[in-house]
Nanobody
């Protein structure tokens, strides 16, 4: 079955960087678009970034929420079935649980990984 497992979260100071990973299994990873979402305490889950499938590779296939544009970079390694989110210049308002997502007739979610930005 489809499985998504996030890793790489933690505590970082404002201005710091983290790289999240999402290991995917149970489906043909390269053939599906992937997304990152996040959910801060007391707020709804929000879309962060998306990347197209192998047929739509390249920068044109990457999209970002305005709040992270220029600071976050989404990428994928189809040989490793892994999705990444490089997060730079982190701010306290980036604190949230981050989820990777794909949609194959239904939405699939990872278990989430905590990112805390605090001094």
């Amino acid at each position: 079955q489809v499985q998504l497992v996030e890793s790489g979260g933690g505590l970082v100071h404002p201005g710091g960087s983290l790289r999240l990973s999402c290991a995917a299994s149970g489906f043909s990873f390269s053939n599906y678009a992937m997304k990152w979402y996040r959910q801060a305490p007391g707020k709804e889950r929000e879309w962060v970034a998306g990347i197209g499938d192998v047929a739509r590779a390249g920068d044109r296939a990457r999209t970002y929420a305005d709040s992270v544009k220029g600071r976050f970079t989404i990428s994928r390694d189809n040989a490793k079935n892994t999705l990444y989110l490089q997060m730079n210049s982190l701010k306290p308002e980036d604190t949230a649980v981050y989820y990777c997502n794909t949609c194959i007739y239904q939405n699939y979610w990872g278990q989430g990984i905590q990112v805390t930005v605090s001094s």
